[in-house]
């Protein structure tokens, strides 16, 4: 289920609509809410919670990292391989794959293509 909580259509709870209240303009409207507030306040004095949400910045900001560079070896395998099919000469496809030889070789050689010297 998704909820916008700046949407206007259809009907929703006191108790929800006080939440997202709460969401968008940190209004506290009832008890409600106010627990929200309180839990919010308390864990962001934690020293325990930021060391625990900074190692998760720490780990999404790894994982975008490998994300990025399993990317660029796909582009880079893609590159050459498509390259080894037009016949393109090998000099031509390490400059524009930035593969070494020896991967574009071993490349021709699992898609049964051939390295034009």
Do not use: C, W
Request: no cysteine; proline share 2%; net charge neutral.
């Amino acid at each position: 289920m998704i909820i916008n909580s700046l949407g206007i259509k259809g009907n929703i709870s006191p108790r929800a609509k006080s939440f997202l209240e709460y969401v968008n303009d940190r209004i506290v409207r009832d008890a409600f809410t106010q627990e929200i507030a309180d839990e919010v306040t308390r864990l962001k004095r934690s020293s325990a919670v930021r060391r625990q949400y900074m190692l998760l910045e720490m780990k999404l900001h790894d994982a975008r990292m490998d994300g990025r560079e399993e990317g660029k070896i796909e582009a880079e395998t893609s590159t050459a391989l498509d390259m080894l099919k037009d016949k393109e000469p090998l000099t031509k496809i390490v400059k524009y794959s930035r593969l070494s030889e020896e991967e574009i070789y071993a490349l021709a050689q699992a898609n049964g293509l051939t390295v034009i010297e």
